[in-house]
């Protein structure tokens, strides 16, 4: 069945299975969000041992699933830790884009749902929805307009594949708060993302070069870039590749090439500016609460909107059918008056 998917004009970065290789180990988070991440792996490993062993399994057939929502900023290391529940748990993982695929599945969005949860229960894979903001965003409350109901068809038909799943889903989102709250219901545990602090900040600057065979000149301070930056994980990881871009270009011999502090800092005031540039673009979107409310009453501002024109709409079908009516009508009488006129 995902072959099938797969072969239908998808393309591979949508919808791919991946071997996992990343572990926890590969990833530096806070400690907040590593003691949650710890608890789901408790509930991960114990699950047999309640509802097998324990019996709730028995009194509880529908809702076993173990669904998680890594929610927080991009490039705070959500992926990667979806990547290294799967390796730990030594199964493969089934990635679905899910903003993007909806377009690609214009109208099919609900059939190859319910395919890729099957496939994945039947392969035992991890399921992992990365970008899913929209996947179970708030029910429409009318359904008059075609992309309503398909929307509305979309968030029922996850919520009944949640409920009868038995595998692990994992859900990687910017925005929670919006969600439908049966959605959030059917979620085990929300696990907050958040930008690392100083002493994160610090290790992911040195993780992201080789030990030994990045040349650095004698200058880098990692301590003073993650004091005066706050930047996410993904960030950091962009800025050392500017970085080392910069002192590759420089002239000279490259036996000789160093990346010094000038080429972080540069780098980092890069990405800093290119970050600003893309806010302001008006296709980005900046998920934090506030824009989510602001989201919300453009919606229901549209839907007033939409509503209104329906009405214009309905209003002008009537008017034009009474002037067909009367336009057939005085046509008639027209020819029943030529009729008489001849005899």
Known sequence: MLKDIQTGGLRGDLLQVIEPKKTFADVILPEKTRRLLADTLIQIEKHRLIFDTWGLGERHTTGTGLVFNFTGPPGTGKTICAEAVANLLVKRLLS??????ESCWAGETSKNLVTVFREAQQQDMVLFFDEADSIASRRFTTTNLGYERQANQGVNI???????????????????TNFDPAFQRRVRTHIVFELPGAREREMIWQAQLHPTKTPLADDVDFHALAECYEMS??????????????????????????IGQRHFEEAVRQVIEAKRIMAQHPMVEDFDAEHGVELNTRVQELQQDTDALRGQIQALRAELAAFTINRSNVTKQKGDDDGNTQH
């Open 96 to 101: 679905v884009r899910y903003s993007e695929l």
């Open 158 to 176: 996850l919520l009944k594949e949640l409920e009868y799943h038995t595998g692990v889903v994992i859900f990687a989102t910017n925005l929670w």
């Open 233 to 258: 994980g993904g960030d950091i990881k962009n800025a050392v590749l500017k970085a080392a871009h910069m002192a590759a270009a420089e002239s000279g011999l490259d036996y000789q090439k160093r």
